[in-house]
Nanobody, 124 residues
Framework: AVEVVESGGGSVQAGGSLSLSCTVS????????MAWFRQAPGKEREAIGY???????SVNDSVKDRFTISRDNSKNTHYLQMHNLEIEDTAMYYC??????????????????WGQGTQVTVSS
């Protein structure tokens, strides 16, 4: 079975940084397109960014100046580095993986596997 596991969430003060990791097992990792989403209470799930097998990224304009996505295929892991965090970044962060490429990287319905999420809380 495919398993997707996020780690690295936590609490941080505004202006601080956090790094999240997502590790996949049970699938040929380098064939997967990987993404990060987040969902705050009462809001829809929001796409943060996507990275393909070759390391090419697409990142939501709202965070692209502060968030960076990368991956290490040798470790079956991809990462979300977040800097200058804002209170509005508080949310549950999810890792997602897809097996079929489409240009709609921001559509959660295009992803086959999801992690359980890791909470990020930013305080003033």
């Amino acid at each position: 079975a495919v398993e997707v596991v996020e780690s690295g969430g936590g609490s941080v003060q505004a202006g601080g940084s956090l790094s999240l990791s997502c590790t996949v097992s049970g699938y040929t990792y380098h064939r997967l397109g990987m993404a990060w989403f987040r969902q705050a209470p009462g809001k829809e799930r929001e796409a943060i960014g996507y990275i393909d097998w070759g390391g090419r990224t697409s990142v939501n304009d709202s965070v692209k100046d502060r968030f960076t996505i990368s991956r290490d295929n040798s470790k079956n892991t991809h990462y979300l580095q977040m800097h200058n965090l804002e209170i509005e970044d508080t949310a549950m962060y999810y890792c997602a993986a897809r097996t079929v490429w489409t240009p709609l990287w921001y559509d959660p319905g295009r992803y086959d596997f999801w992690g359980q999420g890791t909470q990020v809380t930013v305080s003033s």
